[in-house]
Every structure is written in C-alpha cells, then in structure tokens.
C-alpha cells in the first residue's frame, strides 16, 4: 500500500525552485508552481532524460532531450500524446510530502474532464 513520503523542506524548496527527492527507490522531481509544490518521475518516458534538468516554462516542464513539455499537473504532453507520471503532494508541517503511488492519465480527454 503506497503511503507519503517525506521529500524536502518547504523553505528550502522555495528557496532551489526545483529538487530531487526520491520516493519509494524512484527518482522524483519536486518543484514549485504558481507557488503551490508539485513532482513528477525524473526520468522521461521518451528518451530517459533527466527532467530535473529541464526548465518550467508557461505551465510545462520542458524534457532537456528532445523539448518534450509536459504539463507540471497532470505529467500530460499535448503533441505527443504521452504522460509522464505525476505524484500527490501535500504540506505538512513546513514538509513536502509525496504520495509514493505516482499517476498517470491515458488520454488528453481525461485532462480536460
């Protein structure tokens, strides 16, 4: 049964924008967007890039490998129709935690629902 995890320090966060944690033996990216902590897998599912060291532009989390921009809540990439997996986060007492069970949505269709 998948439980939360601690990941990193709220304040610390804050300060680095983005960190890698890891959640369950997975490498996890953790991120702050509009304020609000967020995390996906580390590695793509395209060409196992690393997407710590990508850039959040406009809403997406940009693959460094091939510019494969996922959607930073829901892991979805609109022109290719694949997802990345996304984690539940949540704040508790100036903790980020994890939801060590990832998610992963099949179709834009169950984005726009």
């Known amino acids: 049964m998948a439980e939360w995890v601690e990941a990193v320090e709220l304040d610390v966060l804050r300060k680095k924008k983005k960190v890698l944690a890891n959640v369950g033996g997975e490498d996890v990216v953790v ?3 509009e304020g609000e902590p967020r995390a ?3 590695i793509c599912v395209h060409k196992q890039k690393r997407l710590f060291k ?3 532009f406009q809403g997406k989390l940009i693959c460094p490998g091939h510019q ?3 959607d ?3 892991g979805w990439e609109e022109q290719m129709g694949r997802c990345q ?3 539940d986060t949540r704040v508790t007492n100036g903790m ?3 939801f060590a069970e990832p998610r992963v949505i099949a179709s834009s269709v169950a984005v726009a629902n």
């Open 40 to 42: 996906m897998a580390d």
């Open 31 to 33: 991120y702050l967007f």
């Open 85 to 87: 997996p996304v984690y």
């Open 96 to 98: 980020v935690e994890i």
């Open 72 to 74: 930073v809540n829901t």
């Open 54 to 56: 990508g850039l959040i």
């Open 68 to 70: 494969w921009a996922f």
